[in-house]
């Protein structure tokens, strides 16, 4: 038999979409050998999220309150609900806070842990796991030999999928023992409408914008859209636009439904950060950019003419 813990995420009240498809990964790694899905949130109202994690095949929502974020707090919670449930497979976010405690967890585990996976399967009772490596260039397999395998998912990269679960309900009393550091402030200026990592559907701009008063432009399909706005490293470079939306190699790393390129040429440094998207749509008046060669859908033609024009025509579909 084979448990599987997830640990989700919670945002501004709002259980986060990673969460969802971390459970569905752990049912397909459970089913195989009769095991369950216990599904950890830090918060103390575990009953407010058990309906959606129930509804992707959580047994269990357990909820642990260890106040603001903090990772050593977080790993220490983490193992304790390891050493509560004894699960053969730990599955983690890939996300800003999961690459901070992931790591501590597997240390406090003795575990090994394969980061940034793209796609599951199983082998022999083991988790075969898929992730990008050489910039994207090229995908690997990787077992995990210790005892207790661990995992950090990409978001976007699992398709959520329906089958009811227990849904049972738990709080834990796990300690986040004395950490040795602490969150003195925050600065939340300058970021995206929609997060870059969390967005099905992602609108970025290159050099090819010629200039940062052409971002409205994007923005506004952005926001049609209700995707988040990218950006390639020579326009935040330029000044053009801040860091937060840079994706790339030295940015962020996505996996959206559909990421849309305007005017990005396609350096392997930024096809690093996105070529895993589900389908890639380019803009670009050079019919010889890179960006061509991994596109699901190509567009030469002057972006200026394009991205307008598909603006207008996708506020006639959504209304």
């Known amino acids: 038999m084979a448990d599987v813990l997830i640990v989700g995420e919670i945002k501004e009240g709002v259980l986060k979409k990673i969460s969802k498809e971390l459970v569905t990964a752990g049912r397909k790694i459970a089913d195989s050998q ?9 918060t103390d109202a575990p009953d407010q999220y058990s309906s959606e994690l129930k509804g992707v095949g959580a047994d269990t929502v357990i909820g642990a309150n260890l106040g603001d974020f903090q990772p050593e707090a977080y790993a220490s919670g983490i193992f304790g609900v390891i050493q509560e449930k004894k699960p053969n497979v730990v599955l983690m976010p890939h996300s800003s806070q999961g690459k901070e405690y992931s ?20 082998d022999g009772g083991k988790v075969v796991a898929k992730k990008p490596i050489y910039s994207g260039k090229a995908y690997a397999n990787f077992k995990v030999s210790s005892d207790i395998q661990m995992f950090t998912l990409r978001a976007n990269s699992q398709e959520l999928i329906a089958k009811e679960g227990a849904g049972a309900v738990e709080k834990s009393n796990v300690s986040g023992g004395e950490a040795k550091s602490k969150s003195v402030s925050k600065d939340l200026s300058g970021g995206n409408k929609v997060q870059l990592a969390d967005a099905s559907i992602i609108v970025s701009g290159g050099r090819g914008i010629k200039g940062p008063e052409n971002w409205p ?26 860091h937060s939306h840079q994706v790339g190699q030295t940015g962020k790393t996505v996996s959206p ?8 040429s396609g350096a392997i440094q930024h096809l690093a950060g996105m070529g895993s998207s589900k389908y890639i749509v380019a803009i670009n008046k050079d019919p010889d950019a890179p960006i061509f060669k991994v596109a699901t859908y190509g567009v030469v033609a002057d972006l200026f003419e394009v991205v307008p024009a598909l603006n207008d025509e996708f506020k006639k579909v959504l209304g």
Do not use: E
């Open 34 to 42: 009769g095991g369950k899905v216990h599904a950890l949130l830090f």
């Open 217 to 242: 432009m994007l923005q506004s399909l952005a926001d049609t859209l209700g995707a988040a706005l990218g950006a390639s490293r020579a326009t935040v470079d330029a000044g053009w636009i801040a």
């Open 103 to 122: 790591p501590r967890v597997a240390i406090k585990a003795n575990a090994g842990i394969v980061a940034d996976v793209v796609a599951i399967s199983l």
């Open 257 to 264: 439904n559909c990421y849309i390129a305007c005017g990005i």
